[in-house]
């Protein structure tokens, strides 16, 4: 089952990882762990959150020391003290968050830390530029980070490791921020490296990605290596039923459950960057009707955020109408459209769904400070919250050992269920769900879906943004794209492919009869 | 257990550290740390020390209130400084020039005392939410200029009169005091005592209780999340202002109520800046907070015993540093140290809840 550890006779592996295993206190995190990553190939890693993937990479990275078992490089053993350790050994990380200083240039941003290599003039400069052609990094290195997109920046990232001396590169999720057509950039570009001799570890739970770019596949659950495939002959469900072990649910929504009655009206919504120079919202119109979810999809930075944040009343529109169940909620506060009716599970929940240090039951009265079951009157009724909290942690399938742990101990999945059932109890009439099942487990993701499903066949209109396409096309009724602030198109879910939406995303113009272009009265241009 | 040990711990070992500082600190400049320490303890059963100790626990409670209210949403209220002392003459002004019933007049001293407190916080706090400004600069500012205000408002030629070679307010009628508890020679306590008491269960009740106890402490974890959750966080700031310079006009009452009935030039300052300190080493917490001043106010109090063992007096002022430095050091190792064993503990019990899933 766990992939072979038998070394080439002539070429020893890039990186031989063999009876990995790494406790904390109480749990197993890596158990007896077998990879082998073949020098020149990418090497996907797949699992879901929570397998240890991260704790496995953080050991071959140099971040934490594995309790057994032995690392090899280049048929070398080493052990590794600091991230520095493995920089020096060839071993380079792209974090999945991007970790640059957005007020420096690419070139120091690529220098900083590493000025002893090859100073911070001239020297520098040259070899940024000579190993920018291998990233497909096209920007002078004097331009300053806040200019670059998503994808430069991720080349950015990968640039500083190659600065640094990296011919093993670690990919964590580095898809999750960028659009099928940057994807493919993204592969073509690792593609281009493999063939200098990079090689490459791509962690990832997007199974078609994994089939698409990688030479040979690592599945890891529950902390041990299950089994290695070849991703020419195993299909992505194939794939998906070794990460959980069981069948696996599918975002399709079945029947239609779409009403005639109007939810939420969205009016000529318009939003200005703070200093007033240009529109972030640009007359977005929008109508969500009992039963319905409308998904939005665009590539991040497009208005989503500020759309979601303006219905929420944290951010005040410019103009336009904002109407729920035929009452002007534009001119309300947060609190009050909240009473109202809609429930948000926003897309950030560290920072702005959940009190982490805080219990779970605390966190059941954030947004709900003013209603039953969590308060009556100026008192807050704790009684009534933790009895509600134990009611969302059986419902939900929240795995916790008790209401009383801080939001932090949970993980990712079970914090997100938890603001789910949150926002899902007090009978809204409007659920907000941004990036819903964003960095949460299959089985989490299962439920969600579940739950949003359910919850609309009892008459709940939802708005659904996210960058999980599959997502958004399984769970819409209808679809509308995004564009520099304005919606600019409206797909059939029913028909569309995720690819017609990442054109449309980008701008590209339809492709596809199933994305109709929203016909825009250009009205005043010159 | 563990929630208590990680209450108790940090300053505990904090005031442990900083025993074993000033110790090095006394070892160096020649004397015996042990007789200085022990000066100080029996100091406290000495004339009215003890009963100072409590008066001054008193004075420093409510202070320490009041910046705390502040620390629970993040907000630095440097001001308590200024704001307790533009209380503090406005309230003897007051005072001093109304006549009514025992009781009524000094309810009204307390309420004078309360709503000028607020009004000088006031302005920090409407500079913050219309144009932004940062609320540590501008209260330190307000404090300039609250010395500069009180001062003014006792010249003769304004509300004050000169008393031997002091400057002072009209003094309060006996109408407008409030008691105390006599003890002989040992001194008499406040009456006031008793609200700084009152105050605290009330600002227990507040944080624990209440929903605007809870927005601003929401607002405190985190900003965005309250926010979202549909915390005003513009209000809050206003409101939780105003409150913290309410408790801090109370401040200065316990003395100009129960002993000096007059603002003088004796004024006793520096005390909004000691409430900094105590609510921090209380983390916010009003049992904390009483702790805290307790223990400043006994350094304070049988610090004086130093001199009459050849100590510098000043070991003290060492030794509150000292305590605070550590107190802050220590909650964070403490804390992080919890989240980590907690995060333990739940995946402890969930790796035999998953193992059976």
Request: net charge negative; proline share 4%; with cysteine.
């Amino acid at each position: 089952m766990s992939s072979s550890t038998s070394v080439g006779t002539d070429e020893h592996p890039a990186v031989v990882l063999t009876g990995i295993t790494k406790r904390f206190p109480g749990v197993v995190a890596n158990s007896d762990v077998h990879l082998t990553v073949r020098r020149g190939e990418v090497h996907a890693l797949c699992g879901e959150n929570g397998a240890g993937k991260s704790t496995l990479m953080k050991i071959l990275y140099g971040m934490q020391p594995p309790d057994e078992g032995t690392i090899e490089v280049n048929g070398e053993q080493v052990r590794f003290r600091t991230p520095s350790d493995a920089i020096k050994a060839g071993i380079g990380m792209v974090h999945q968050h991007f970790m640059l200083a957005d007020n420096l240039t690419v070139q120091e941003n690529v220098v900083l830390g590493a000025e002893a290599m090859h100073g911070i003039g001239k020297k520098a400069r040259a070899r940024i530029i000579e190993l920018s052609g291998k990233t497909g990094l096209n920007v002078d290195p004097g331009v300053l980070v806040e200019q670059l997109g998503v994808a430069d920046r991720q080349r950015v990232e990968i640039l500083k490791v190659l600065y640094r001396g990296a011919k093993v590169i670690i990919l964590d999720e580095p898809t999750a921020v960028l659009v099928p057509q940057e994807v493919n950039e993204l592969f073509d570009t690792v593609r281009g490296m493999q063939e200098q001799g990079y090689t490459f570890l791509f962690i990832s739970h997007k199974l078609d990605e994994v089939r698409a770019i990688a030479d040979s596949v690592t599945v890891i659950r529950r902390g041990t290596t299950v089994g290695s495939a070849d991703p020419k002959t195993v299909s992505s469900r194939q794939l998906a039923e070794m990460m959980v072990g069981s069948e696996l649910p599918s975002p399709e929504t079945r029947e239609s459950t779409v009403t005639d009655t109007v939810v939420l009206d969205v009016k000529g919504l318009k939003l200005m960057t703070p200093d007033g120079s240009r529109p972030i919202l640009d007359d977005v119109d929008m109508v969500v009707r009992s039963g319905e979810v409308v998904g939005i999809a665009g590539v991040e930075g497009n208005g989503q955020t500020e759309l979601v944040e303006t219905i929420m009343g944290m951010r005040k529109a410019g103009s336009g109408t904002i109407t729920l169940q035929d009452r002007d909620v534009t001119k309300l506060g947060t609190l009050a459209r909240r009473e109202a009716g809609i429930g948000y599970v926003p897309e950030d929940r560290h920072r702005h769904g959940l009190l982490l240090t805080q219990p779970l039951w605390y966190n059941r009265i954030l947004g709900y400070q003013t209603r039953k079951p969590t308060a009556r009157g100026v008192w807050l009724d704790t009684d009534g919250a933790k009895k509600d909290t134990e009611r969302i942690v059986a419902d939900f399938d929240v795995r916790t050992p008790g209401i009383d742990v801080p939001a932090a101990a949970l993980s990712g999945g079970n914090q997100q269920k938890l603001v789910v059932g949150r926002e899902l109890s007090g009978d809204p009439v409007l659920l907000i769900a941004s990036h819903p099942t964003r960095g949460v487990d299959v089985g989490a993701q299962a439920l969600i879906w579940d739950e949003i499903k359910r919850a609309r066949a009892a008459g709940l209109a939802v708005l659904l943004i996210s960058a999980d396409l599959d997502e958004l096309i399984g769970l819409s009724d209808t679809i509308k794209v995004m564009l520099r602030g304005r919606l600019v198109a409206d797909a059939d879910p029913n028909t569309v492919t995720p690819e017609d939406l990442g054109s449309a995303m980008t701008g590209a113009g339809s492709t596809s009869a199933a994305v109709q272009e929203t016909s825009v009265v250009e009205e005043g241009e010159h | 257990m563990g929630h208590l040990r990680g209450k108790l711990l940090p300053p505990a070992l904090a005031i442990v550290f900083s025993l074993l500082l000033c110790g090095v600190a006394l070892v160096i400049s020649g004397a015996n740390p042990l007789s200085a320490f022990g000066a100080m303890v029996t100091q406290v059963g000495k004339g009215t020390t003890f009963i100072d100790i409590v008066n001054s626990t008193g004075i420093y409670y409510i202070a320490a209130l009041a910046v705390a209210i502040g620390f629970q949403m993040n907000l630095f209220n440097i001001g308590v400084e200024g704001q307790y002392r533009v209380a503090a003459v406005v309230a003897a002004v007051v005072g001093g020039s109304i006549v009514l019933p025992t009781g009524i007049h000094t309810l009204v001293i307390i309420i004078v005392a309360a709503l000028a407190g607020a009004a000088w916080a006031a302005i920090p706090a409407i500079l913050k939410v219309t144009r932004g400004v940062n609320e540590v600069i501008s209260t330190i500012m307000m404090n300039g200029l609250a010395i500069g205000l009180s001062a003014y408002l006792i010249r003769r030629d304004v509300f004050g009169e000169l008393r031997g070679n002091n400057i002072r307010t009209a003094e309060i009628p006996e109408s407008g005091w409030m008691p105390g508890i006599s003890f002989g020679g040992g001194g008499t306590m406040f009456g006031f005592i008793f609200v700084a008491v009152a105050l605290g269960i009330g600002y227990w009740v507040m944080m624990n209780k209440t929903r605007f106890g809870f927005e601003l402490r929401a607002s405190g974890e985190s900003s965005t999340a309250a926010s979202a959750g549909g915390v005003n966080a513009k209000k809050m700031v206003l409101v939780s202002m105003l409150l913290s310079g309410a408790i801090a006009g109370l401040i200065s009452l316990p003395e100009l109520l129960g002993r000096d009935h007059t603002f003088s030039l004796n004024f006793t300052a520096g005390i909004g800046f000691s409430g900094i300190a105590i609510a921090l080493l209380g983390r916010n917490h009003p049992g904390g907070i009483a702790f805290g001043a307790l223990l400043w106010a006994f350094l304070d109090k049988s610090g004086l015993a130093l001199d009459n063992v050849g100590v510098p007096r000043e070991i003290v002022t060492i030794m509150q540093g000292s305590i605070v430095l550590s107190v802050v050091v220590a909650y964070e190792v403490v804390r992080r140290f919890e989240l980590a064993s907690e995060q333990r503990r739940v995946g402890r019990e969930l790796g035999t809840v998953g193992g059976a899933a």
